[in-house]
């Protein structure tokens, strides 16, 4: 839910410097002198409501544990199933390799690569 309104606010993602490069052919295309390119994807964030909004929205999920709808139910499933398999086995079915593996993995193919 952050991943992609983070990388569209943010100057130093991808995605940023691909607007910031954008704008830059823009303002000087149209002569455009009283803003940066960096100023002006700064005041354009602040109008891109979807990640603004997407950004705030998750903290309210997650500060006030706020789900509606079919999130809601399938939370109160998730909670009642994770109890049981607590209660019947003393812990929770998970192993530390779990874990450990797919983040070995990930950083060894991006060094590799």
């Not at 939370?75 to 607590?86: F, K």
């Not at 797919?102 to 060894?108: A, G, K, N, Q, T």
């Amino acid at each position: 839910s952050t991943a992609a309104p983070m990388c569209v606010l943010m100057p130093v993602s991808s995605w940023g410097a691909s607007i910031i490069a954008t704008l830059a052919g823009l303002l000087v295309t149209y002569n455009i002198t009283d803003y940066t390119p960096m100023g002006a994807f700064v005041a354009m964030s602040l109008m891109n409501y979807y990640a603004v909004f997407a950004l705030i929205m998750v903290f309210i999920v997650a500060w006030f544990s706020f789900d509606i709808g079919s999130m809601a139910r399938l939370e109160r499933a998730a909670l009642n199933e994770i109890h049981d398999e607590t209660v019947e086995t003393g812990h929770p079915n998970g192993r530390v390799f779990a874990l450990i593996v797919p983040v070995l993995v990930l950083i060894i193919t991006t060094v590799s690569a």
